[in-house]
């Protein structure tokens, strides 16, 4: 095995600034072995990309190599293809029946009147007052369901995110488990609901006619959902810093053409999007740079150092807004990349040129990580809009 490498991604530094240990990583070590995650670690673009592309060699099923997968975790993220096939078709027929346009106008109305009450506040904290409620309104809307209690809400997905780190703190485990059985107990109370147009009425008018398992549905309905207001919530975190820290990224933006915005959107996500790695497991013994992988080890994809490679992307440490081709993994690669990617997108561009059009946004104290390795995102970010 490859010598041991200091790695910490719960560190306070990591959790401040992860690019410049990425970057050593991708120099000195590109695969090395992780003994608290018990996982081979990848940085480099090609290799991560490689493997999420591979799911023949790297699977994300851990079933394909005997390990077992309880009945509440089966879902479309944790099963492979052929099983996936017609689940994933039935989510994608589902997201590209809703119109794009009228979703990003959506998000525009609700954003803006937000930005409106918050104008009129000296200080106030950008991941509760436009973060959270603004993922968690799009996704109901997107979905066609009641947007869920938000506080209640906030609360189980970041039991979700914090399970994902179980490799790193396994006392997590429980709370997590637990969030999962929540969401699941909220994709049967939509069941009971009236029925309203959007993605949930599809998944549910259309799986019916599938030949798959039913749990493999109904888990996959609540995944999705948390799938999208995880992701947009740290998102719109994240993305509010960087824009807040670069000034003059935002100035670049102000009447910025469809084309550049578009562009723009892209890159700040492969600047700081939120997903930092994913896994997936060896399904044969395989080589990557001299090591051998044995069938059954866990392999550990660092999208976010992969988005930083400079054998990929000139000046990979700077935002360039028309940056083309912009091939990153910040939506995940290959048969399990991201469903709604589209979506994000859309909802992402909506909030930065709302934010071009606010009064400046600026700090009003410490910004407070969230103690979280998976997925990158925030606590708290004290801030107010100044004319
Ligand atoms: C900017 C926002 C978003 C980002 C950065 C993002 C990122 C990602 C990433 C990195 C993956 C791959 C995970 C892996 O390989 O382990 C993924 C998968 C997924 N995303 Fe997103 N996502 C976003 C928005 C959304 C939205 C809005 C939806 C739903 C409407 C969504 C639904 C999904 C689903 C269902 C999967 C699982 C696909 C599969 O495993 O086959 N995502 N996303």
Same mark, same amino acid.
């Given at each position: 095995?490859?010598?041991?490498?200091?790695?910490?991604?719960?560190?306070?530094?990591?959790?401040?600034n992860?690019?410049?240990?990425?970057?050593?990583?991708? !120099?000195?070590?590109?695969?090395?072995?992780?003994?608290?995650?018990?996982?081979?670690?990848?940085?480099?673009?090609?290799?991560?990309?490689?493997?999420?592309?591979? &799911?023949?060699t790297?699977?994300?099923?851990?079933?394909?190599v005997g390990?077992?997968?309880p009945?509440?975790?089966? &879902?479309?993220?944790?099963?492979?293809?052929?099983?996936?096939?017609?689940?994933?078709?039935?989510?994608?027929?589902?997201?590209?029946?809703?119109?794009?346009?009228t979703?990003?106008?959506?998000?525009r109305?609700q954003?803006?009147?937000?930005?409106?009450?918050?104008?009129r506040r000296?200080?106030?904290?950008?991941?509760?007052?436009?973060?959270?409620?603004?993922?968690?309104?799009?996704?109901?809307?997107?979905?066609?369901?009641?947007r869920p209690?938000l506080?209640?809400?906030?609360?189980?997905?970041?039991?979700i995110?914090?399970?994902?780190?179980?490799?790193?703190?396994p006392?997590?485990?429980?709370?997590?488990?637990?969030?999962?059985?929540?969401?699941n107990?909220?994709?049967?109370?939509?069941?009971?609901?009236?029925?309203?147009?959007?993605?949930?009425?599809?998944?549910?008018?259309?799986?019916?006619?599938?030949q798959?398992?039913?749990?493999?549905?109904?888990?996959?309905?609540?995944?999705m959902?948390?799938?999208?207001?995880?992701?947009l919530?740290a998102?719109?975190? &994240?993305?509010?810093?960087t824009?807040i820290?670069?000034?003059?990224?935002?100035?670049?933006?102000r009447g910025?053409d469809?084309?550049?915005?578009?562009?723009?959107?892209?890159e700040?996500?492969?600047?700081?999007?939120?997903?930092?790695?994913?896994?997936?497991?060896?399904?044969?013994?395989?080589?990557?740079?001299g090591?051998t992988?044995? !069938?059954?080890q866990?392999?550990?994809t660092?999208?976010?150092?992969? &988005?930083?490679?400079e054998?990929?992307f000139t000046?990979?440490?700077?935002?360039?807004l028309?940056?083309?081709?912009? !091939?990153h993994?910040?939506f995940g690669?290959g048969?399990?990349?991201?469903?709604?990617?589209?979506?994000?997108?859309?909802?992402?561009?909506?909030?930065?040129l709302?934010?071009?059009?606010?009064?400046?946004?600026?700090l009003?104290?410490t910004?407070?990580?969230?103690t979280?390795?998976?997925?990158?995102?925030?606590?708290?970010?004290?801030?107010?809009?100044?004319?």
């Amino acid at each position: 095995m490859s010598t041991a490498v200091e790695y910490d991604p719960l560190s306070p530094e990591m959790l401040a600034n992860p690019y410049p240990q990425y970057a050593r990583f991708r !120099r000195t070590a590109p695969i090395f072995w992780h003994e608290g995650m018990k996982s081979w670690v990848l940085s480099r673009y090609q290799d991560c990309r490689d493997v999420l592309r591979d &799911n023949d060699t790297f699977a994300r099923d851990r079933r394909r190599v005997g390990a077992e997968l309880p009945e509440f975790l089966q &879902n479309i993220q944790t099963i492979d293809p052929p099983d996936q096939g017609p689940l994933k078709s039935v989510l994608m027929n589902a997201l590209r029946s809703q119109d794009l346009d009228t979703a990003g106008a959506q998000a525009r109305e609700q954003i803006t009147g937000i930005f409106a009450d918050l104008a009129r506040r000296e200080r106030f904290d950008w991941i509760k007052e436009v973060a959270a409620p603004v993922a968690l309104t799009i996704t109901s809307h997107l979905f066609g369901v009641q947007r869920p209690d938000l506080q209640w809400y906030v609360k189980l997905s970041d039991s979700i995110a914090r399970r994902m780190d179980i490799g790193l703190r396994p006392e997590r485990a429980a709370v997590g488990n637990d969030a999962r059985t929540q969401l699941n107990s909220l994709v049967d109370q939509w069941y009971a609901a009236e029925r309203r147009p959007g993605v949930f009425a599809t998944i549910r008018e259309t799986a019916g006619q599938l030949q798959v398992p039913p749990h493999y549905v109904h888990n996959t309905a609540g995944v999705m959902f948390n799938a999208s207001y995880g992701t947009l919530f740290a998102t719109v975190s &994240n993305i509010a810093l960087t824009l807040i820290e670069r000034p003059e990224t935002l100035n670049a933006l102000r009447g910025a053409d469809r084309k550049l915005l578009d562009s723009a959107t892209d890159e700040l996500i492969r600047f700081e999007g939120p997903a930092q790695g994913t896994s997936r497991v060896a399904t044969e013994r395989t080589v990557i740079h001299g090591t051998t992988i044995e !069938r059954g080890q866990i392999v550990l994809t660092l999208m976010a150092s992969a &988005n930083r490679d400079e054998t990929e992307f000139t000046r990979p440490d700077e935002l360039v807004l028309d940056r083309s081709p912009n !091939r990153h993994l910040s939506f995940g690669w290959g048969v399990h990349g991201c469903l709604g990617a589209a979506f994000g997108r859309v909802a992402v561009r909506e909030l930065i040129l709302c934010l071009t059009e606010a009064p400046r946004l600026r700090l009003a104290g410490t910004p407070v990580r969230r103690t979280t390795a998976t997925v990158r995102s925030l606590d708290s970010l004290p801030v107010s809009f100044t004319a």
